[in-house]
Structure formats: structure tokens, C-alpha cells
């Protein structure tokens, strides 16, 4: 087992056995493994000590264009579960990687909460974002985040590893911002949403996986209808029906809009939710010359940014929610 050194950032191999079964317990809670990369394919990395301790790990991909607002949006979601966002249906969150999930808040929540526009996903981004721990109704299961540069998910070739990322996850969600809509109308094309689809539906255990289409940066439509009696409603509000109605609603709005390669996900996977989600409810203003991030003026206010999680959840199994069997399946 290893530890890691934050003064050095490395990772030093420690013997536990011997110790006392308390301290045992607490040294590996806070250990990691070495992945053992038997394929040779990727950089060496860790993984928290405990992770074999926990069945069934859920490993949620979010897809799309580095410009949809993908990297706010899971910003929003895992700061809004820590929060507290998802005790009203009866999940705890925890941090299972205590040093990654530090080095997320730092380099994104913190910033995101002082109202500063978030760099895009950098390029050849392989390892998850962020890994939690979820715990609900007797089950306990790993959650975990993978943010790809939509760029580096348009790269044609097979060997890229960022590309990869998607045959390792068991659910996603696709991101597409409100300005793409009228950028994709008529173009009939979304590369990001193909290929990815494509290389899940290539294998065939992965063919039924549950995912969300998630229509962000939706505060843009907050005088459009149908967006707009969604966006007034107060969280927490999620339930079947509305799920169902919501997914229609958004289906109609980029169907309408011509966006037609932005709801690919949705006539490729048997399960599917659709969602009007708004990562910081407001624009970035680029006040000063030459700066290369913008500032959200009034702060950040999410909205709705849990539903295509908590969705998920409910298609997965891990929330029992009323038809959760059928949540989805339109």
C-alpha cells in the first residue's frame, strides 16, 4: 500500500501488516494501490486503497464540446452533492479519494464559488476528475467522474487515450450548450456525440448503459418556453413524472431548433432522461483586456445541475425511486 506525501507529491509504499486493526483500518481508508496497467497503455496512477472494498463502481463520462460548459457543469454537480444536494433523497456523500477530491475543490470549486470562469478541459485528460463515495439505503458504491476534451473525442485515431476513456464507463451524460443549438441546426452532425456513441455501442455489454442529455448554459432560456417553467422550479423537485415531461419538453425544444445531432443519445440508448440545467445561472463577463477567464458578475447560482445525476441513480438502481425500472425508457 502506498501514502501519499503532499510536500514531495508522491506516493511512498508503507507496510501495515502487523498493525492494529483500528489503525489498519484508518491507514488504508486514507492508502492508495497502484493500478497495475496490465495493458502498459497508460501513465502510472493510483487508485484509493479501499476501492476493491466496494462492488459495482458507477464511472459516469460527460461528453462534449470543450465550449458546452461540460467542466462547470460537473464543477456544479459534485459541489452541489457535497453540499448536501442529494440528502433529500436519501444519499450521503463522502470523498473516497480524499487527495484528489482536495485538489478538485482547489482547482475548481474554490475559483467557481469566488465567481471566476473555469478553463476548458485540457487536452489528453485520461484519469477521473473527481472519485466519491455514495452511500444509500444499505448500498455503498463508488462514483466517479471522467471530463475528456471534446476535442481530444473527435480524434479519429483508435490509439488515443483520451478517446478510450468511454470504454470504461458504465454511464453519461451528454452536454450540449444552449449557443450550439443555433450553431448545430441543420448540420445534422455532432462528431463529439458520434463517435463516442459509437465506440460504447461497440461493446456490446455497455449497450444499455443509462444517460442524461443535459442542455446547459439553459439560464439563456429562461424566457423560452418550455425552459422557462422548468428553470422557476426550486430544487429539490425531482420525480418520474416530471422527468418524463421535462424530457419531452427538451426533446421538442432541439428537435424544433434543428438541433438535431444533439439528441443522438437519445435514439441510440434504450434509457435516456433529458434535462435544462444552468451550471452558474448566468454569463461570464470578460471585463479586462487580455484576460484569458471571464468573472461571473452576480456569482454563481446552479440550477437543476443534480437532475441528470440523481436520473442516473434512478436508472441504475441505486435510488429506489417509484418505477425507477422504467425511468428512461420512453
Known amino acids: 500500500m502506498s501514502v501519499y506525501d503532499e510536500t514531495r507529491t508522491a506516493y511512498d509504499e508503507v507496510d501495515v501488516n502487523g498493525l492494529e486493526p483500528v489503525k489498519r483500518a484508518d491507514l488504508l481508508r486514507r492508502g492508495y494501490r497502484r ?20 462492488a459495482d463502481p458507477l464511472a459516469i463520462g460527460l461528453v462534449g464540446l470543450t465550449s458546452s460548459g461540460k467542466t462547470h457543469l460537473l464543477t456544479a454537480m459534485i459541489r452541489e452533492a457535497h453540499r448536501g444536494g442529494l440528502l433529500p433523497y436519501g444519499v450521503q456523500v463522502r470523498p473516497l479519494d480524499f487527495v484528489r477530491h482536495n485538489s478538485f475543490k482547489q482547482t475548481f470549486i ?32 463508488p462514483l466517479m467522474f471522467f471530463d475528456v476534451n471534446g476535442e481530444d473525442l473527435k480524434n479519429y485515431d483508435v490509439r488515443s487515450r483520451a478517446g478510450r476513456f468511454v470504454l470504461s464507463v458504465n454511464a453519461a451524460i451528454f452536454v450540449h450548450g444552449a449557443e450550439e443549438v443555433r450553431n448545430d441546426a441543420g448540420s445534422g452532425e455532432n462528431p463529439t456525440f458520434e463517435l463516442s456513441i459509437e465506440r460504447i455501442l461497440n461493446r456490446p455489454m455497455l449497450s444499455d448503459i443509462p444517460v442524461s442529455i443535459a442542455l446547459t448554459k439553459a439560464d ?12 422557476r422550479r426550486a430544487e429539490p423537485n425531482f420525480a418520474w413524472r416530471d422527468v418524463r415531461a421535462e424530457s419531452r419538453d427538451v426533446y421538442a425544444y432541439l428537435y424544433r431548433s434543428g438541433a438535431i445531432a444533439s439528441l443522438a443519445p437519445y435514439e441510440s440508448f434504450s434509457r435516456c432522461s433529458l434535462h435544462f440545467v444552468s451550471a452558474s445561472g448566468g454569463d461570464a463577463v470578460h471585463a479586462e483586456r487580455g484576460r484569458s477567464s471571464g468573472v461571473f458578475p452576480r456569482g454563481i447560482r446552479p440550477l437543476r445541475v443534480l437532475d441528470p445525476l440523481i436520473s442516473l441513480l434512478s436508472m441504475t438502481g441505486f435510488l429506489r425511486v417509484p ?4 425511468m428512461g425508457r420512453w
Open 35 to 54: 493500478c497495475p496497467n496490465p495493458s502498459a497503455d497508460m501513465p502510472e496512477h493510483y487508485l484509493p486503497a479501499t476501492w476493491g472494498d466496494y
Open 110 to 141: 474554490g475559483p467557481f464559488e469566488r465567481g471566476v470562469e473555469l478553463p476548458g478541459t485540457g487536452s489528453d485528460v485520461v484519469d477521473a476528475a473527481d472519485i466519491l463515495l455514495l452511500r444509500a439505503g444499505g448500498q455503498v458504491r
Open 220 to 231: 439563456r432560456l429562461r424566457y423560452v418556453p418550455p425552459a422557462d417553467r422548468w428553470l
Open 323 to 326: 418505477e425507477a425500472e422504467r
